[in-house]
């Protein structure tokens, strides 16, 4: 099998539509279903087309081929915002059939996620009340929107994920989210964290109620345990800045809170389909997108 976008994308519709579509009972079938507008979303963002206006102009004419019918930037951008819990589904089947699914490893972390940079568009954004201002330690920046915390496997295949306020506890919102998923972790494993997760009682948490080992950077102001981790804690920070510089997260342009959502899903289902077809087709790096962003 080839790995080309081309590819990608069919071997992507075919999976979607046996495992991850419902079929539909009643009314008329659309245009574009359900496994064509997850392929078209994926190849948005691994193309490079932050811009929905832009990216239904050039559309056509790379993958016109692949779609008998392409819609409009109105059509498309309903679809899309709707489309949260179809692509949560087809994030959680691919990641289901990464081998890493059953290692003993997971990887945790979170980042910011801008939705607004000028005080008018924070005044009249209909996220107004769900995102807040916070503060990123790592740019040493102040940013409205939310923050996303994430849970992937060894080589970043995402296992699950939430947004949430950027001033509620890192610690804690990552808790609720394992504790929501806890199927999805499994006893024994070790979670690799870093130092924004130190603390007694997420540590308690992990141990106790998870079963598993965390693993995070010592502090300074702590007895030397696991060291720095500098080469580990570059797994995490490498599957980030996929997603911000190749899949340009930052530059999602939802504006409501169900297009948020579904827009950070898209971006995570692109490196997903790309992690699933790199280890079917045995590339040699599986979170590599060179072979499919042209």
């Known amino acids: 099998m080839k790995r080309d976008l081309d590819t990608l994308l069919t071997a992507l519709y075919v999976f979607c539509d046996d495992h991850v579509v419902e079929p539909r009972r009643i009314g008329r079938p659309p245009r574009l279903s359900d496994a064509e507008l997850l392929c078209l979303a994926i190849a ?10 832009h990216w239904i102009r ?31 589904r087809a994030l959680d089947h691919l990641a289901r059939q990464a081998p890493t699914w059953d290692d003993d490893l997971r990887l945790i972390d979170s980042t910011p996620l801008p939705c607004a940079a000028s005080r008018e ?14 503060y990123c330690r790592s740019h040493s920046r102040f940013f409205w929107g939310y923050r996303l915390y994430l849970v992937t496997t060894a080589e ?6 939430c947004l949430a306020h950027p001033k509620i506890g890192e610690r804690e919102v990552m808790a609720a989210l394992l504790e929501r998923d ?3 972790v499994r006893a024994g494993q070790v979670i690799l964290a870093d130092k924004g997760f130190a603390g007694r009682d997420f540590e308690h948490f992990v141990s106790q109620r998870l079963g598993c080992y965390l693993v ?7 007895k030397p345990r696991h060291g720095k981790l500098v080469r580990s ?21 939802g504006r ?38 042209h």
Not at 156 to 161: E, L, S, V
Request: net charge positive.
């Open 44 to 53: 948005q963002v691994l193309l490079g087309f932050p811009s929905t206006r």
């Open 156 to 161: 970043g295949m995402p296992i699950t994920w």
């Open 58 to 88: 050039f559309v056509d004419s790379r993958l016109g081929h692949l779609f008998a019918y392409l819609p409009g930037q109105s059509g498309y951008n309903k679809r899309l915002n709707n489309a949260g819990p179809l692509i949560t």
């Open 182 to 184: 806890h199927d999805l």
């Open 216 to 222: 995070r950077p010592d502090r300074k102001d702590e």
């Open 121 to 134: 568009t924070v005044k009249r954004s209909q996220l107004a009340g769900q995102a807040g201002y916070g």
């Open 233 to 253: 804690r570059q797994w995490i920070e490498a599957v980030i800045d996929t997603l911000k510089g190749q899949l340009s997260l930052e530059q999602h342009g």
């Open 256 to 293: 409501t809170p169900a297009g948020v959502f579904a827009r950070t899903a898209q971006r995570l289902l692109a490196m997903a389909a790309a992690i699933w077809h790199n280890w079917e087709t045995n590339a040699p790096a599986k979170r590599s997108l060179i072979a499919y962003d």
